[in-house]
Every structure is written in structure tokens, then in C-alpha cells.
């Protein structure tokens, strides 16, 4: 969770030149949520159940995450001043992806795979820097101050061990469920990368992005190699 207080810094130390970071950073966040997602997590799901039960995983994971996204953006806050308007909304998108996210970690922590849990608490934990840069950087813009910053930063990680609680007990208490945890919190994982943070990357720098993608990927292959996932 304090990870997302760790992107809050390149704001504090270099400004409005934080911005320039931010691409490469999302791609680095890319390429560790996709291989993250798919070794992590899809594959698992695979071994510890049927196909049917991956797909319905996959499907209702892909559409809770744009579900939630459609909702927050079809209904920005209203009452508040212009200048806090899009950090409110960043805010408030992170908040509900950092829920799927805590059921990766507790659905990971819950299978009997070894080094899995610990696999996706570093792809988190990765993804979440440039997650806290997201949030500072337009807070920064409209006048708050750097530890403003940095607790809005990490609230917007809080969802994330509920999730994780949540999905690791009703897994142990259903063992059936622990495919379609799997391929839920893989789907939503990989619908955030699709439709929010490799977009978002490549609009901000697109070569950083794909550097950082490619760095991000390579690295979380790295891990699961060590780890034996």
C-alpha cells in the first residue's frame, strides 16, 4: 500500500519535470501487470480448473474493472472547483482498481503454489509508484502540498489488503472458487493495462513506454524464474 506514497517523490524532487517520468514509469507498470497477469494469475487458473471456469473468471473480471471505470467517469464530482476536479478523478479510478488488484494477492496467498503470493505482492507493489506519480502530479497542479500528496496517494492502495482478505477467505473456505478468483482478478489486471495504463503511456511518452514495458516484462519474468512460479 505505501508503495503508491513512493510516486508522490519524483513530484516533490523535480516538479513539473515529474511529467516526463511518468511514461516510462506507466510502461514499466505495463509489462509487469501483463506478465504479472497472465503467468501470475491466468496460467494458474488454468491448472487448478476447466476452461468454462477460466472464462467465466476472465469475462466477469474484465467486466467488473470497466464497469467500475465506465461508472466513475460517466459521473465526475460536481460540486467541487475545477482546479481539484481531475485529481479527484484520478483518485477515485485508482481507489476501484486497487480492489481487483487486493484479490490477486489474496487468491495468490490462498493456492498452494510456492513463491506465488510473493510473485504478486512485487508486481503490485511495482505498479503502484506510478500509480502515486498519477495522483500527485495533478494535486501538485492545483496547489496541495507534498504529504497531501502522499496520503492521498497510498488511500488510494487502502482497497487493496480488503480485497485481499476477502478473496483469500472465501478461497479457503471454497476451494472450488480459487480458478475463477484467479482468472477474475487476472482479467481485471489485464483490462487495466489495456484500456488505462499502456494508453496513458503512450500518450505521454511513447518510447519510454515501450522501453519500459519491455524492462518491466523482462524484469517480472526474472522473478517468476527465481521464485519457481
Known amino acids: 500500500t505505501f508503495a503508491t506514497g513512493l510516486g508522490v517523490i519524483p513530484v516533490a524532487v523535480l516538479g513539473e519535470r515529474a511529467e516526463e517520468l511518468r511514461g516510462g514509469l506507466l510502461g514499466v507498470a505495463a509489462g509487469v501487470m501483463a ?30 474493472l470497466l464497469a467500475a471505470r465506465h461508472f466513475i ?6 460540486a467541487i472547483a475545477d482546479g481539484d476536479r481531475l485529481w479527484i478523478l484520478v483518485f477515485l479510478v485508482l481507489l476501484v482498481h486497487s480492489l481487483p488488484e487486493g484479490f490477486a494477492i489474496g487468491t495468490a496467498y490462498a493456492s498452494t503454489t ?21 495522483t500527485a502530479i495533478p494535486m501538485a497542479t492545483a496547489g496541495y502540498g507534498f504529504w497531501k500528496q502522499f496520503w492521498a496517494a497510498v488511500l488510494t492502495s487502502v482497497p487493496q489488503p480488503i480485497g485481499a482478505v476477502i478473496a483469500y477467505l472465501l ?15 487476472g482479467g481485471a489486471m489485464l483490462a ?25 516484462g523482462a524484469f517480472m519474468l526474472a522473478v517468476s524464474i527465481v521464485l519457481g512460479v
Open 35 to 64: 506478465v504479472a497477469a497472465v503467468v501470475g494469475l491466468l496460467l494458474p487458473a488454468l491448472d487448478e480448473g476447466s476452461g468454462g471456469e477460466v472464462a467465466l473468471g476472465l469475462v466477469a473480471g474484465i467486466g467488473f
Open 192 to 216: 487495466l493495462v489495456v484500456v488505462s495504463v499502456a494508453p496513458d503511456a503512450l500518450r505521454e511518452r511513447p518510447r519510454d513506454a515501450v522501453v519500459g514495458a519491455a524492462l518491466g
Open 73 to 78: 467517469e460517466e459521473a465526475p464530482p460536481t
Open 171 to 185: 478461497v479457503e473456505q471454497i476451494a472450488a472458487l480459487l480458478p475463477i478468483s484467479f482468472a477474475f482478478a
Open 114 to 134: 510456492a513463491g506465488l503470493g510473493l510473485f504478486i505482492v512485487i508486481a503490485i507493489a511495482i505498479q503502484n509508484v506510478p500509480e502515486g506519480t498519477s
